[in-house]
């Protein structure tokens, strides 16, 4: 669906997910830059992100006073659009075109939102921080040292056992 509000491509729903894609961008992107964003948003689509981040929700409203849960909420975030990224380069993207488009796209999206002020000023910082490291995973692709595919598997259950845990024994 196109979209004229200020957001960046993004996919929404969980059951019947909807790319919803901004007004105007596709005149600002190179056909192998449209593939390449496509193909990310594609990718949380087949890995059912939006049910991951609903889940995670659900986790944070019933424990929304520890810090433990919203720090990983913010990691789960960081390694859902790595994994993303990692496919899209993994299926023949040019990292180069890659990275550019991202940095296309956030600029858009930075410049029809920013207005002065403090709060966005520090927001700017921090998506600056984020969008740094991002481009520098992507241009570094084959440098990058990825989890072994027995650790990957081993980090939710023990996320598991650790949260049970916390619930079960006592405080002090």
């Known amino acids: 669906l196109i979209s004229a509000g200020r957001l960046e491509p993004g996919i929404f729903g969980i059951f019947r997910a909807v790319l919803l894609w901004p007004a105007g961008i596709s005149d600002q992107l190179g056909d192998a830059q449209l593939e390449a964003i496509m193909a990310h948003e594609v990718c ?6 939006n049910l991951a981040a609903a889940l995670h929700m659900l986790v944070e ?9 919203w720090w990983l909420g913010a990691r789960l975030v960081d390694e859902r659009e790595k994994a993303c990224d990692e496919e ?5 993207s040019e990292p180069a075109v890659y990275a550019e488009s991202i940095l296309k796209v956030a600029a858009r999206s930075i410049h029809k939102r920013w207005t002065p002020g403090g709060a966005h000023q520090l927001a700017l910082f921090s998506a600056k921080q984020i969008l740094e490291r991002r481009i520098e ?3 570094n692709q084959d440098r990058v040292r990825t989890i072994a595919r027995q650790w990957r598997y081993l980090i939710l259950p023990v996320a598991m056992v650790a949260l049970i845990a916390w619930l079960l024994i006592p405080a002090g």
Not at 44 to 49: M, S
Not at 61 to 69: E, N, Q, R, S
């Open 44 to 49: 949380h689509v087949r890995r059912r992100d």
């Open 61 to 69: 409203a019933v424990f929304w006073f520890h810090p433990l849960v």
């Open 88 to 92: 899209v380069l993994r299926m023949g």
């Open 137 to 139: 995973m992507i241009m």
